[in-house]
């Protein structure tokens, strides 16, 4: 093979590599750790928007010694959670891993694994689903034996996505009637909670039959209607199709401490009865879709005090 040959093959086989790395970006790794890293997205949605399996993405992970931190594996932090009372659930959803995994770390650290109920117990996912599933206690029984008020039962059952049973027995006419309900929700701008308490029923009821009668539903940022602290009246804000996620990854990456004058998340909600907030340090109303405006560099972790400084709730801003 002459000299020139060898250069041509060289080269052939160059542009191969390089069109294979353009039709496959999952080899990229560049790509990969942007997207596993930087983002901190899950390897099966890295699969879905690549478009690959989750297996392949691990592969490729692998070869390129794309590694995340395991947080679940420092003790000191462990304890330190635990301490504050979260849960197994909870501590799971902080540290981004599965409760089983807590719990064979817990255990591993000689780390007490038993239940028990936080200083606020109406926040705890579990203590609800054993009283308000298990038990089948009523909201108003639940808020009872936890010592706080039935509001606070139904808003921390619908954070934590807990099937909900209506407390009127019958269905209200107005949730049957298609055009009374697209009425209320619509032309009233009455959230699924002020519905809720007008027709005595369960804010879950009033979304399924929203649902059932094809009516779109708003998405709102961090809590629903006029429990968002930007409420004041009319249609809620949408923030678009990821926000939550973006919100989720916000909290981690600020390590759930407010960035103006560093309140933790428990210390917040022990003050406040709530999280923390993100917050859009450039409005979402400057942008052509509500989703270009959730980057996370355009995020940060805030407190309702300095959020409420920075943005005063009186001056009607998006976020």
Same mark, same amino acid.
């Given at each position: 093979?002459?000299?020139?040959?060898?250069?041509?093959?060289?080269?052939?086989?160059?542009?191969?590599?390089?069109?294979?790395?353009e039709?496959?970006?999952?080899?990229q790794a560049?790509?990969?750790?942007?997207?596993?890293?930087?983002?901190?997205?899950?390897?099966?949605e890295?699969?879905?928007?690549?478009?690959?399996?989750?297996?392949t993405?691990?592969?490729w992970?692998?070869?390129h010694?794309?590694e995340?931190? *395991?947080? #679940?594996? !420092?003790e /000191?932090? &462990? $304890?330190? @959670?635990?301490?504050?009372g979260m849960?197994?659930? =909870?501590?799971?959803?902080?540290?981004?891993c599965?409760?089983?995994?807590?719990?064979n770390?817990?255990?591993?650290?000689?780390?007490?694994t038993?239940?028990?109920?936080?200083? *606020?117990p #109406?926040? !705890?996912? /579990?203590? &609800? $689903?054993e @009283?308000?599933?298990?038990?089948?206690?009523?909201? =108003?029984?639940v808020?009872?034996?936890?010592?706080?008020?039935?509001?606070?039962?139904?808003?921390?059952?619908?954070?934590?996505?807990?099937?909900?049973?209506?407390y009127?027995?019958e269905?209200p006419?107005?949730?049957?009637d298609?055009?009374? @309900?697209?009425?209320?929700?619509?032309s009233?701008g009455?959230s699924?909670?002020?519905?809720?308490?007008?027709?005595?029923?369960?804010?879950?009821t009033?979304?399924?039959?929203?649902?059932?009668?094809?009516?779109?539903?708003?998405?709102?940022?961090?809590?629903?209607?006029?429990?968002?602290?930007?409420?004041?009246?009319?249609v809620?804000?949408?923030?678009?199709?990821?926000?939550?996620?973006?919100?989720?990854?916000?909290?981690r990456?600020?390590?759930?401490?407010?960035?103006?004058?560093?309140?933790?998340?428990?210390?917040?909600?022990?003050?406040?009865d709530?999280g923390?907030?993100?917050?859009?340090?450039?409005?979402i109303?400057?942008?052509?879709?509500?989703?270009?405006?959730?980057?996370?560099?355009n995020?940060?972790?805030?407190?309702?005090?300095?959020?409420?400084?920075?943005?005063?709730?009186?001056e009607?801003?998006?976020?």
């Amino acid at each position: 093979m002459t000299s020139t040959q060898h250069e041509r093959d060289s080269h052939s086989r160059a542009n191969r590599m390089s069109e294979m790395t353009e039709e496959a970006p999952w080899r990229q790794a560049d790509r990969l750790r942007s997207l596993y890293i930087g983002e901190d997205l899950s390897t099966s949605e890295i699969g879905e928007q690549l478009g690959c399996s989750r297996k392949t993405v691990e592969n490729w992970l692998k070869k390129h010694d794309i590694e995340k931190s *395991r947080p #679940w594996e !420092d003790e /000191e932090r &462990l $304890r330190s @959670l635990r301490q504050q009372g979260m849960s197994e659930a =909870d501590i799971a959803d902080e540290l981004d891993c599965s409760q089983a995994t807590v719990h064979n770390w817990l255990t591993k650290f000689g780390i007490d694994t038993s239940r028990t109920r936080p200083e *606020r117990p #109406w926040h !705890d996912e /579990e203590t &609800l $689903r054993e @009283l308000y599933v298990e038990s089948e206690m009523t909201m =108003d029984e639940v808020a009872s034996e936890l010592g706080c008020g039935r509001q606070a039962i139904e808003v921390w059952i619908h954070r934590h996505d807990i099937e909900t049973r209506s407390y009127n027995p019958e269905t209200p006419k107005a949730l049957q009637d298609e055009s009374k @309900l697209r009425s209320m929700y619509l032309s009233d701008g009455m959230s699924t909670y002020a519905i809720a308490e007008q027709l005595d029923c369960a804010p879950s009821t009033v979304h399924d039959w929203l649902h059932d009668h094809g009516i779109e539903t708003r998405t709102v940022g961090s809590q629903p209607g006029e429990l968002h602290h930007r409420w004041e009246g009319g249609v809620d804000e949408y923030y678009g199709d990821n926000w939550a996620k973006q919100r989720r990854k916000t909290l981690r990456r600020d390590d759930y401490e407010c960035q103006r004058c560093g309140i933790t998340q428990s210390e917040h909600r022990n003050r406040t009865d709530i999280g923390l907030d993100v917050h859009h340090k450039t409005p979402i109303r400057t942008f052509q879709s509500p989703e270009d405006a959730n980057t996370l560099d355009n995020l940060v972790t805030l407190c309702r005090s300095c959020h409420n400084t920075i943005e005063p709730p009186n001056e009607n801003q998006n976020d």
